[in-house]
């Protein structure tokens, strides 16, 4: 055990703590609305990121509404995209079952996808479609899996289909981590494949430097949720590659 992870582990849970003593407050002022959770989640995770030595760099403007997508690499992008706007996830049901963490996300105003069931499917559309109508962003995770970074799979279209058949704005968003330590890559730090939740939580809490860059598009109106889909794919791998590419200048200079 080194001091940074104790350290951090022991923020980590007051931190946790002070998030659902926080909730109470909010809800002695007046009616839990969905803005008001999603604004009360936006609090909570800027607070975990500073327990955990997590920052942010932010380029673009975030959206105030319509639909976000994004490309996806860890539990990790919730808070680092909750902290920076308040917004409603979608989120797989299996987050729901997690202890914590999945009543903090209901209580948060996400939305639960079971992937299995076309019913899911179809009622999570709906609630999309009325969620648009607020002025909160619906935050959107198309790959349907979060992956080690090495590309963004395609995107899945059926969940961006409100958006388009409501004239809704569609924003692209990209995510991606740097870590000053060279020894670490982007790669060990994404949630991906069979790895454990308490193993990679334990790993992030001992990394120095650890900071994300988050990137937003132009909002846009689309024709179909198919040409949504690959154009908003191919804006955030564009961004990605050139962040890499960047990165590696970097250190073929050092």
């Known amino acids: 055990m080194t001091p940074r992870r104790i350290r951090r582990a022991v923020a980590l849970a007051f931190v946790l703590a002070s998030c659902i003593l926080r909730y109470w407050l909010v809800r002695l002022r007046g009616p839990m ?45 919730i808070l680092i995209i909750s902290a920076v706007m308040p917004c409603f996830f979608v ?27 076309r019913a899911s499917a179809m009622s999570v559309a709906e609630q999309i479609t009325e969620r648009l109508q607020l002025p909160v962003p619906v935050l959107l995770f198309p790959e349907g899996t979060s992956t080690d970074g090495a590309q963004v799979l395609r995107f899945h279209s059926r969940l961006i289909d409100p958006a388009t058949a409501a004239g809704a704005p569609i924003t692209a968003a990209a995510i991606r981590y740097v870590v000053e330590d060279g020894d670490v890559e982007e790669r060990e730090l994404c949630w991906y494949g069979d790895e454990l939740f308490p193993t990679h939580l334990w790993k992030v809490l001992g990394v120095a430097g650890f900071s994300a860059r988050l ?3 132009e909002p846009r109106i689309y024709s179909s949720r198919r040409v949504a889909a690959d154009m908003t794919r191919a804006e955030i791998t564009a961004w990605r590659e050139a962040g890499a590419l960047a990165l590696e200048t970097v250190h073929a200079a050092d």
Not at 52 to 76: D, F, K, R, T
């Open 33 to 77: 609305t969905l803005e008001r959770r999603a604004k009360w989640l936006q609090a909570s995770a800027r607070s975990i990121l500073i327990s955990l030595g997590i920052e942010s760099q932010v380029e673009g403007e975030p959206p105030a509404c319509g639909l976000v997508v994004a490309n996806h690499l860890s539990y990790l992008d």
């Open 91 to 117: 989120a797989k049901m299996e987050i729901d079952r997690w202890p914590y963490f999945g009543k903090a996300a209901r209580t948060g105003g996400t939305i639960f996808l079971d992937r299995s069931s």
């Open 215 to 217: 990137w937003f598009g």
